[in-house]
């Protein structure tokens, strides 16, 4: 954290003394804001605010935005017409920051429709919210803090997590890709990748704290870039295997075209490292995934498919998917859901194209209608949960290893915990289960979203 931050949490901290006054953050997007939003909060806590959940109690009002897909926008001018209306009969400071903030015409759409926000943030400048936040309440300036071009790493920016034994670190910032329907590469800047000492430093410092599970975070996690010691991200994820204490790896996300061989031993030779990777497909036609710019065709992706399924026993996929995408046809469509069914994913996330102004497919004339896009969404959501049954039932009888992760929120009296392919199991409770053990369950019953057990 810069040193001139830490006066301006001081001087907050002293003008806020007393006064009670509460803060919350209403997180939209991906794991990455999760996470950003988690060091806000560390800061925020620094300041003497105390977090709540309600935002429309609270004296601070944060949204971290996304903008990956267009209804996020939507919820975001609804959301601050809320807040509109509480500041009529209170004083409530309203900050928004996150990846929409980098957005020019959503400024521009801000500042001109909604003049009461008082500070704008973008993702560049997230570690100047102490000095931001005082200009706001002590000077009563209305903030804008964006920075176009690709901010630098902050290390040690305070931290509150939201989970005591599961936790996100970011990698690396940025995209370098610029797959043709997406904005990323334009609100969060080009490729950055974090020390990996300062990395295994913070997680050595999870470990200690007493947490069992680590995500590590990036838009394009394999194409990390560490030092002469530890050069790339399969040598980071061994290092991290070797940390004690921690029982529990994942990564998100990888992009196929970067998933080289030694990340794939990587993922073989430690057990910690999760057995559900998620690989994003986003379409299963060589055509489409050209004017998406993804850089692997059909059969390159399912040939390092069934290289991992091969190399890594009892490894299960999840992925992204979108449809009607410019120019799909129906025909190209069906290799989407032939790839399905090939691989047949255990988790799919499923996208209807949004147009996303600035990037290379906004620009096509040839944009799907609606009710086609939805059609196909539906279509595709039938297939994959037509699976869905059946990969479960793969698991009865099976023994499975889960991390408890707190009582079943249908039973007081089981347990729930993860399997390493992340499918939710509950079981019967024994005393000396804690959350964030790893205990030996047999599955004897499978439910659509759920599996049952017992303890073996
Ligand atoms: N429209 C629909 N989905 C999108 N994604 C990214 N950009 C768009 C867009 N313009 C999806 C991709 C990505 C996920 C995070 O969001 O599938 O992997
Ligand atoms: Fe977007 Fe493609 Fe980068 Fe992922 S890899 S953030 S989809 S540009």
Known sequence: MQPNQEKFISLVKEKNKGKNL????LTMGCQLNEND???????????????????????????????VRENAEERLFGKIGEIKKIKESKNVILAIGGCMMQEKNMVNKI?????????????????NLPENIYKAIIKQEKVRDILDIDG???????IKRNNEYKASVTIMYGCNNFCTYCIVPYVRGRERSREPEKILEE?????????????????????????????????????????????????????PKDFTDDVIEAIANNEKISRIIHLPLQSGNTKVLKEMNRKYTKEQYLSLVDKMKERIPNLVLST??????????????????????????????????SIREGTVAAEREDQIPEEIKHKRFDKLKELYESRVDEN????????????????????????????????????????KNKIGDIVSVKITEAHRWYLKGEIV
Do not use: W
């Not at 509460?22 to 953050?25: D, G, H, M, N, Q």
């Not at 194409?223 to 010691?229: P, T």
């Open 320 to 353: 992204d998917i979108i449809v009607g995408f410019p120019g799909e046809t129906e025909e190209e469509f069906e290799d989407t859901l032939d790839v399905v069914k090939k691989v047949n994913f255990e988790q799919v996330f499923m996208f209807i194209y």
């Open 37 to 67: 939003s988690e060091k806000i909060a560390g800061m925020l806590d620094e300041m003497g605010y105390i977090e709540i959940d309600n935002y429309k109690e609270a004296d601070l009002v944060i949204f971290n935005t996304c903008c």
């Open 22 to 25: 509460k803060y919350s953050i």
């Open 392 to 431: 479960n039932e793969k698991y009865l009888n099976t023994v499975q290893k889960l991390l408890i992760e707190g009582k079943s929120k249908n039973n007081e009296n089981m347990l729930e915990g993860r399997t390493t392919t992340n499918k939710v199991v509950i079981f019967n409770s024994n005393e």
């Open 152 to 158: 630098e790493i902050f290390e040690g920016l305070p």
């Open 203 to 255: 997680i050595k410092g999870l470990a200690k704290e007493g947490y069992k599970e680590i995500t590590l975070l990036g838009q394009n996690v394999n194409s990390y870039k560490g030092n002469e010691k530890i050069k790339n991200f399969a040598d980071l994820l061994n290092e991290v295997c070797k940390i004690d204490g921690i029982e529990r790896v994942n990564f998100i996300s990888p992009h």
């Open 111 to 127: 500042k001109k429709s909604y003049p009461f926000v008082n500070l704008i943030f973008g993702t560049h400048t997230m570690q």
